[in-house]
Nanobody, 128 residues
């Protein structure tokens, strides 16, 4: 299994940027499909972005497309989310997640139920 720890959250003004990191330990990081999700107060956890094992394929929620960039560094067991042009609607707890994809049939996934491992989450607050 894999353990995930997020960092880099905090308070930022609207229009600003933040970079989230997710450090992974345990089983080989490069074997996992990775994703970012977020959960705002009173709302369900929602998909933000996902990346394939090699990092060559990425997929984003429409709400963040063009503003957020997901990337990974398999040599250093790390996942990143660069967030630009932040607005108040981006305020949420952000989670990184790992999908072992035991069936081997997926390249990436936006479905929460496909992810077996989750970090503890980190708060991102965007002020107006």
């Amino acid at each position: 299994q894999v353990q995930l720890v997020e960092s880099g959250g905090g308070l930022v003004q609207a229009g600003g940027s933040l970079r989230l990191s997710c450090a992974a330990s345990g089983r080989t990081f490069s074997t996992y499909i990775m994703g970012w999700f977020r959960q705002a107060p009173g709302k369900e956890r929602e998909f933000v972005a996902t990346i394939s094992r090699s990092g060559g394929t990425r997929y984003y929620a429409d709400s963040v497309k063009g503003r957020f960039t997901i990337s990974r560094d398999n040599a250093n067991n790390a996942l990143y989310l660069q967030m630009n042009s932040l607005n108040t609607e981006d305020t949420a707890v952000y989670y990184c997640a790992a999908d072992a994809d035991y069936s081997g049939g997926r390249i990436y996934t936006r479905y929460r139920s496909d992810y077996e491992y989750w970090g503890q989450g980190i708060q991102v607050t965007v002020s107006s």
